[in-house]
């Protein structure tokens, strides 16, 4: 019996699809389709009822699941080296010039020993990076319940604009969405959940502000702020932190109705992430400081999100 051939069962049961499942683990569909008749044969009884294309476990298959989730789950924490020092983290655009930093510095006073390996993407690809075993822990900008994880919601923060000093709103505390019509805006990219809650929030509003630039890197957005090319919106926290630089502006947003295609309205709620399998020793520290620190960022003064 052959690990691949465990995680081919699990990830087709949690997909509901051989499609969906060769998709998730970019093999194609016929190889898929033998790994599961393999396993079958080898425990000897079938694991899958067979509906149109969904597909549903018999009696057996469920208890095989169980037992081979529980499998992977130690395999990977075996990967993990969970009596180890080291610790892989996934983390998410967003939390790369606030959060992160600040809780890596905390992180290594409290655990000098320990090596800290870190990889980034949008929220959906930290989950990914978590449901692989690529990472332990996520920070993620999008902590939502999904099967399989453990979610440990962090803070709430809203958004705000983020404005060169020259723009026609700048001395102003509160700006209202419909401000935002027609102004040159820097944005993240289509496939970011930030710029879908957004186009849903411009459309309802029917707004159209002047696009000049999609990127899905933060950093890039802040220079590009900072060079004059336009406003952006992003957590409030990033704001904060980028408005301590000369000549840039953060500016909360009215709270507005916004539609049910955008349920997070004009906030995030950052998160951490693991397996339902019990965290190391290790990623127990990270956490226990991450909930720690994440009280700072709920405090009412906007400075004190500053770390």
């Not at 081919?8 to 683990?25: D, K, N, P, Q, W």
């Not at 079958?40 to 699941?65: I, N, V």
């Not at 339902?276 to 290790?282: F, M, N, R, V």
Request: some cysteine.
């Amino acid at each position: 019996m052959q690990l691949h051939h465990i995680e081919a069962f699990v990830t087709v049961v949690e997909y509901g699809t051989v499609t969906e499942a060769s998709h998730r683990l970019r093999i194609a569909q016929p190889a898929l389709s033998r790994y599961i008749h393999t396993l079958e044969k080898e425990l000897g009884q079938p694991l899958f009822d067979h509906h149109g294309r969904r597909l549903h476990l018999t009696p057996f298959g469920q208890w095989a699941y169980d037992k081979a989730r529980h499998i992977l789950e130690e395999t990977r924490s075996f990967a993990q080296g969970r009596n180890g020092r080291n610790l892989n983290l996934g983390a998410s655009l967003t939390t790369l010039t606030t959060f992160l930093p600040a809780a890596i510095r905390e992180f290594r006073e409290c655990a000098p020993d320990s090596e800290i390996h870190v990889e980034t993407g949008l929220s959906a690809d930290i989950y990914e990076l978590v449901g692989n075993g690529r990472a332990e822990v996520g920070i993620v900008s999008d902590a939502s319940p999904r099967a399989s994880y453990r979610v440990i919601p962090l803070f709430t923060d809203p958004l705000w604009v983020l404005c060169p000093a020259d723009t026609p709103w700048h001395d102003m505390d509160v700006l209202s969405i419909q401000e935002l019509h027609g102004q040159p805006m820097i944005m993240m990219t289509q496939r970011t959940l930030l710029r879908s809650d957004l186009d849903a929030l411009f459309r309802s509003h029917s707004i159209s502000p002047d696009i000049r630039m999609e990127v899905d890197n933060v950093d890039v957005i802040q220079r590009m702020v900072s060079a004059g090319l336009g406003a952006t919106i992003l957590p409030r926290s990033v704001c904060i932190e980028a408005s301590q630089r000369e000549g840039w502006r953060a500016i909360a947003l009215e709270n507005p109705e916004y539609p049910s295609s955008a349920p997070r309205g004009l906030s995030r709620i950052f998160g951490l992430i693991t397996l339902l399998a019990e965290p190391s020793p290790i990623a127990w520290t990270w956490i226990d400081l991450c909930v720690e620190m994440a009280r700072k960022f709920q405090q009412v003064d906007p400075k004190a999100l500053v770390l």
